[in-house]
């Protein structure tokens, strides 16, 4: 029996208006060795963005007329089918989205359409910000912070035009609201494309969470630069009763999955021998037994929450009361 072919990855490249989300493609289209289809997504009927992408190998689609984020997720549905038929041609998909889109659901279709779950995966959704204008756009917009969230690598790009302290600041605001998200600087979205694709940063087994090691509950109230966004994160010692857990997660995501953008964790649960891993994108959340405890490896739960309003979820009295009996 032959094995199963690998899942397409898929990268999704975010960023408010003007941050060099085009020109990170270019960059990455040129240096990467590797064939991708470029999906483009952009407001009004002409495609520029599309002209503006390098090279004539590469299958370069666009869906115009709509925000990918809302009117246009059935075309991105059939956009992808089509080219999963054709999957020969080509290592991964590149899918740039606008200026002012939410990820959110162009991840989401990759994980609830059960046809294209199973030929292709979501990589990673890399957001680029501009060093100069990220810390404006995440106080005055909600749309910065949202793609933000979302991101498992951040981009700093137009590094060569701000001050040192600024990108200083930019970087400790984006590690503060989205502590698993690796963290990279540019000039014209010169990256190392290796340190970008194919590495798995949204597969469950290897969700980045901060460093565990420490015990702390820690709510980082929305600062004068995130319009609202904040950041839980909660270690706990004690392991998590399963049922009382799942059940506390699942109500979470159905009654909060509006305001509560992202969730993951490593969770270890009473009498499971493996990590429990999660993620959730809105109400959308993927979860499943991943590799043992190592011996000698502290079994403690990590979760990270990013959102808006978060301190009326109350996380950590849902989940301190999760935790078995001391
Ligand atoms: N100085 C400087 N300019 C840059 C850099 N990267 C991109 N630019 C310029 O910034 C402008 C916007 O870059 P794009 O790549 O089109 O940005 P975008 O995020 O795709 O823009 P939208 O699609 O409009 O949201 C272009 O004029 C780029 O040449 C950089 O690192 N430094």
Not at 147 to 157: F, T, Y
Not at 172 to 194: M, Q, T, Y
């Amino acid at each position: 029996m032959s094995a199963a072919p690998e899942r397409l990855p898929v990268t999704v490249l975010t960023g408010f208006l003007g941050a060099g989300k085009t020109t990170l493609l270019n960059h990455l289209l040129r240096t990467s060795g590797r064939r991708y289809a470029v999906i483009v997504n952009e407001y009004g009927e002409i495609g520029i963005d599309g002209e503006l992408v390098v090279g004539a190998e590469e299958e370069v689609l666009e869906l115009n007329n709509g925000c990918i984020c809302c009117k246009v997720r059935g075309d991105l549905i059939r956009v992808v089918g089509g080219l999963l038929k054709r999957r020969g041609r080509f290592d991964g998909i590149l899918i740039e989205t606008t200026g002012l889109a939410d990820p959110a659901p162009v991840v989401q279709s990759f994980m609830a359409d059960d046809e294209i779950r199973q030929s292709a995966r979501v990589d990673g959704v890399v957001c680029v910000v501009d060093a100069r204008h990220f810390l404006a756009s995440l106080a005055r917009t909600r749309e910065a912070g949202v793609q933000l969230a979302h991101a498992s690598c951040v981009v700093v790009n137009k590094a060569e035009l701000a001050e040192a302290d600024t990108l200083a600041a930019v970087e400790a605001e984006i590690a503060r609201l989205n502590p698993g998200a690796s963290l990279l600087r540019s000039v014209g979205g010169a990256v190392p494309a290796a340190q970008l694709l194919d590495q798995g940063a949204f597969e469950l087994p290897r969700l980045a969470l901060p460093a565990g090691g420490e015990r702390y509950y820690r709510a980082v109230a929305p600062g004068r630069h995130s319009a609202g966004l904040e950041c839980v994160s909660v270690v706990l010692q004690r392991p998590l009763e399963r049922q009382r857990f799942l059940g506390w997660l699942q109500r979470l995501v159905a009654e909060c999955g509006d305001r509560l953008l992202r969730s993951k964790g490593i969770v270890a649960l009473a009498g499971a021998e493996r990590r429990f891993v999660f993620q959730g994108v809105h109400m959308m959340m993927d979860s499943d037994f991943d590799r043992p405890w190592h011996s000698g490896e502290a079994r403690d739960s990590r979760l990270v929450f990013i959102g808006h309003d978060l301190a009326g979820l109350a996380l950590q009295a849902g989940l301190d009361a999760c935790q078995v009996a001391a």
